[in-house]
């Protein structure tokens, strides 16, 4: 049996090289003993260095990765779990895309657990000030991690606090920072920590008074916000009395007059509902009734009605949802962020965007208010259903050769299709008048992607659509330069 010493807990370097040399060697995971701060003798011998010299080693880049998580887990079995892997990369080149293989699994538990300690740790240390005993300010703060993950977390502390001067103490050593170089020292007990400081009674009066009764899960808190961290939190003496209040306060809630939302302009009398088709003999007389729209009480918060825009003869009718903020102050259809993404995606797809008309299946702008902002708000079915009057009306006088909803509203708004998008998307349908329907994503999803590589792709996706579209439409293409 061969004795391998560690210098210390996270001790990566070391091992690594005990397990480069073992390797080398030829000698097997079970033929070795990991060790922390022993001084047995018995250590590795030199006749089994310069026994296996000649043996070259390799593995992944990702097991480095991955070794350098799983060895700061507190599990003692970790050294020889790491070695075991090692020793099977060497003949298994793809073991670690093995995920049911248990030496795999386990490797890759142990690594989250490391990464979800982490986590916590970076979201549950509060600190409190004392004096440096130079009139000076000072944190210091308590926390207990499950694993050795004080040096991989220090960074964080160290970038977020820079100009304080702190010290975290754990049982696992001490994180010290004077705002100019990090120390790590010996392990601490809770008694070394101070219990309260000043801000702490501000703080429980912001937390209690920023608790939202109606929206408590204490299921999904106590997920994310484990109890056993509570007793480190100056707040946590507040999280069950407001718990047992919650369903007190939300029916107290429920009980209060609503308050209605201050409206941008005052209403204007009720008109009748404009439905006599026949009153209507074109376009311009289309868009000018649209003006006083009252089918639905859109009209009441809206700046105006936005109508379509394009060509009367253009090839293709380009349906979105609704206007957003800016198309309805501007009074026209895709002028805003999602129209600037569309005008990119149909120049790159080669074609026209002025031959193209483009409207909305609803033509008022819907949306709650948040401070001074606007924020867009889905239209309900009726609300689409009593527009739809409006955009029967622009497709009967375009005549389209092809019709493209833009966005699952859309696509109920002209089929009444209520299943997800993607069931529609690519197939070729056609209106009650046969008329060709394709349908496609709403720009405005591309500029929600929070993904870089997704938008990117989906990007890419949209413009193949645009130009199967082009196919189907000749007339929509861009000329070709000669």
């Known amino acids: 049996m061969f004795v391998a010493r560690l210098s210390h807990p996270v001790d990566f370097e070391g091992w690594r090289g ?97 990464r979800r300690d982490m986590h916590k740790m970076t979201a549950f240390v509060r600190f409190r000030e004392v004096d440096d005993g130079e009139g000076g300010e000072a944190f210091v703060a308590w926390f207990e991690p499950e694993h050795h993950i004080l040096e991989k977390v220090a960074p964080f502390f160290v970038e977020r606090f820079t100009t304080m001067r702190w010290t975290i103490l754990t049982p696992r050593g001490t994180l010290l920072w004077d705002g100019r170089e990090l120390k790590l020292g010996e392990a601490a007990t809770r008694a070394q920590a101070p219990t309260s400081d000043a801000m702490e009674e501000w703080w429980r009066t912001y937390y209690a008074s920023i608790f939202n009764p109606a929206r408590l899960k204490p299921k999904a808190m106590k997920a994310e916000m484990p109890v056993k961290y509570w007793r480190n939190l100056p707040e946590a003496e507040l999280i069950s009395p407001l718990i047992a209040d919650a369903a007190r306060r939300t029916q107290e809630m429920i009980m209060s007059a609503p308050t209605s939302p201050q409206k941008r302009r005052p209403a204007a009398a009720s008109e009748p509902a404009t439905s006599d088709i026949s009153a209507i003999e074109s376009w311009e007389d289309a868009a000018a009734a649209a003006r006083s729209c009252r089918r639905c009480d859109l009209w009441c918060d809206a700046t105006q009605t936005v109508f379509g825009e394009g060509p009367r003869s253009a090839p293709v009718v380009f349906v979105g949802e609704q206007p957003g903020d800016q198309e309805d102050l501007a009074g026209k259809p895709f002028v805003g962020p999602a129209g600037k993404v569309l005008d990119r995606a149909m120049a790159d797809a080669g074609l026209d965007r002025t031959q193209a008309y483009v409207t909305n299946a609803v033509k008022h702008f819907k949306f709650q208010l948040r401070g001074k902002r606007r924020i867009h708000e889905k239209p309900n079915a009726g609300e689409v259903k009593a527009c739809r009057f409006w955009l029967d009306l622009e497709l009967g006088f375009v005549k389209p050769q092809l019709v493209v909803a833009l966005g699952a509203t859309a696509l109920k708004a002209l089929t009444g299709h209520a299943g997800p998008l993607t069931a529609a998307r690519g197939r070729e349908l056609a209106l009650p008048d046969g008329t060709p329907l394709l349908a496609t994503v709403h720009p405005s999803y591309l500029l929600r992607l929070p993904d870089e590589e997704a938008k990117e792709s989906e990007t890419r996706r949209f413009i193949a659509d645009l130009k199967h579209i082009g196919s189907l439409a000749p007339g929509l293409r861009l000329p070709k330069v000669a």
């Open 18 to 114: 005990f397990a480069r040399r073992f390797a080398q060697a030829l000698v097997a995971p079970s033929a070795i003993d990991w060790r922390v701060g022993d001084h047995d003798a018995g250590l590795f011998g030199e006749d089994v260095v310069e026994g296996g010299e000649g043996r070259a080693l390799s593995v992944p880049r990702a097991f480095i990765a991955l070794a350098q998580e799983v060895i700061c887990h507190s599990d003692p079995a970790r050294f020889d779990l790491l070695y075991r892997l090692l020793w099977r990369l060497q003949e298994e080149r793809e073991l670690l895309q093995i995920a049911s293989d248990h030496d795999v699994h386990r490797a890759e538990a142990l690594a989250r657990s490391v």
